[in-house]
């Protein structure tokens, strides 16, 4: 574990599969994502993580290099060094193809060196998609279609993306969805892969996985990371989603600046809780709220030094 750093690095969830119905300022096109991001530099960000999206309907383009490249030229034209990073198909067609399938724009735009795309995204295991009402089973949930209910992650397909990523010097941004993610995780660094890691801890209250989403919940990852980790130094991510409550992401996240830890805000995370806010807003209240801890936002250039 590491000691605390002055410096805390401000991830935005900037609009994942949110509707303008569920939030009217979530940006969709390229050039509205590529603004976004901008101002949530201008603010505080280091990183940002976004999904490509239909610029007509909105709907989901999760591997679309060509969507992802737009935004992220259209970034680098403005000035930014910004770290930023794309998702992956949730599913696939066939398992045997499915490295191609899922990661190959992630793959094509590392590669792309003017581009500056140095962090890749990779979920450290399966869980059931379920989407809870109140913590509780929604009525239909054992009618969900098989092949919709579970998100496979296989051990063998991360630890070949794990070896792209390192193959190109990435740095690897491990979703942790449950405990044994956390375990998995630091397996795959004893066995020396991952070697630029960052732990996002995903406390969620919309999904049923993982610890409960409160400061208690935060401090079980964080004393197995303190058992598992020795002495490395692995900076880590507190990463609040589907939570209805202002004042309960608040908590979550003053309890990680708090411990050292790093923070990711954002109305695609949130869109409920940041009614009224854009990213911008949220990430200039988490600066506001470091400064009470004396850390202050890293800059992109910071974040990658951090990182390395």
């Given at each position: 574990?590491?000691?605390?750093?002055?410096?805390?690095?401000?991830?935005?969830?900037?609009?994942?599969?949110?509707?303008?119905?569920?939030?009217?300022?979530?940006?969709?096109?390229?050039?509205?994502?590529?603004?976004?991001?901008?101002?949530?530099?201008?603010?505080?960000?280091?990183?940002?993580?976004?999904?490509?999206?239909?610029?007509?309907?909105?709907?989901?383009?999760?591997?679309?290099?060509?969507?992802?490249?737009?935004?992220?030229?259209?970034?680098?034209?403005?000035?930014?060094?910004?770290?930023?990073?794309?998702?992956?198909?949730?599913?696939?067609?066939?398992?045997?193809?499915?490295?191609?399938?899922?990661?190959?724009?992630?793959?094509?735009?590392?590669?792309?060196?003017?581009?500056?795309?140095?962090?890749?995204?990779?979920?450290?295991?399966?869980?059931?998609?379920?989407?809870?009402?109140?913590?509780?089973?929604?009525?239909?949930?054992?009618?969900?279609?098989?092949?919709?209910?579970?998100?496979?992650?296989?051990?063998?397909?991360?630890?070949?993306?794990?070896?792209?990523?390192?193959?190109?010097?990435?740095?690897?941004?491990?979703?942790?969805?449950?405990?044994?993610?956390?375990?998995?995780?630091?397996?795959?660094?004893?066995?020396?892969?991952?070697?630029?890691?960052?732990?996002?801890?995903?406390?969620?209250?919309?999904?049923?996985?993982?610890?409960?989403?409160?400061?208690?919940?935060?401090?079980?990852?964080?004393?197995?990371?303190?058992?598992?980790?020795?002495?490395?130094?692995?900076?880590?991510?507190?990463?609040?989603?589907?939570?209805?409550?202002?004042?309960?992401?608040?908590?979550?996240?003053?309890?990680a600046i708090g411990q050292g830890g790093h923070?990711?805000?954002?109305?695609?995370?949130?869109?409920?809780?940041?009614?009224?806010?854009?990213?911008?807003?949220?990430?200039?209240?988490?600066?506001e709220m470091a400064a009470e801890y004396d850390?202050?936002?890293?800059?992109?250039?910071?974040?990658?030094?951090?990182?390395?």
């Amino acid at each position: 574990m590491s000691q605390i750093t002055a410096k805390l690095l401000i991830e935005v969830g900037m609009n994942e599969a949110v509707s303008r119905s569920e939030h009217p300022s979530i940006p969709i096109t390229p050039a509205e994502i590529a603004d976004d991001i901008l101002e949530c530099a201008d603010a505080g960000a280091s990183i940002v993580h976004f999904h490509a999206r239909d610029p007509d309907s909105g709907e989901q383009r999760y591997g679309s290099t060509g969507l992802y490249r737009d935004v992220v030229c259209r970034v680098r034209q403005a000035g930014s060094s910004i770290l930023m990073y794309p998702t992956y198909p949730p599913f696939y067609s066939d398992p045997r193809c499915c490295i191609d399938e899922r990661f190959a724009h992630v793959f094509d735009l590392a590669d792309e060196q003017e581009l500056g795309m140095k962090l890749g995204p990779l979920d450290m295991g399966s869980l059931n998609l379920v989407f809870a009402q109140d913590g509780k089973l929604p009525p239909n949930a054992h009618e969900m279609p098989m092949d919709w209910s579970v998100y496979l992650n296989p051990v063998p397909i991360l630890w070949q993306v794990a070896k792209e990523y390192d193959r190109r010097d990435m740095i690897t941004s491990l979703a942790i969805f449950e405990l044994g993610h956390l375990r998995l995780a630091m397996a795959f660094l004893d066995a020396g892969l991952c070697r630029r890691p960052i732990l996002k801890f995903f406390l969620s209250g919309g999904w049923l996985h993982g610890p409960l989403p409160n400061p208690g919940g935060l401090a079980v990852y964080i004393e197995m990371l303190r058992g598992l980790g020795g002495q490395r130094s692995i900076e880590w991510f507190c990463a609040p989603t589907g939570i209805h409550s202002p004042a309960e992401i608040e908590a979550l996240l003053r309890a990680a600046i708090g411990q050292g830890g790093h923070v990711r805000v954002g109305i695609g995370d949130n869109p409920s809780a940041s009614a009224g806010k854009t990213n911008r807003t949220l990430v200039a209240e988490v600066v506001e709220m470091a400064a009470e801890y004396d850390r202050k936002p890293a800059r992109p250039d910071e974040a990658v030094g951090l990182l390395s």
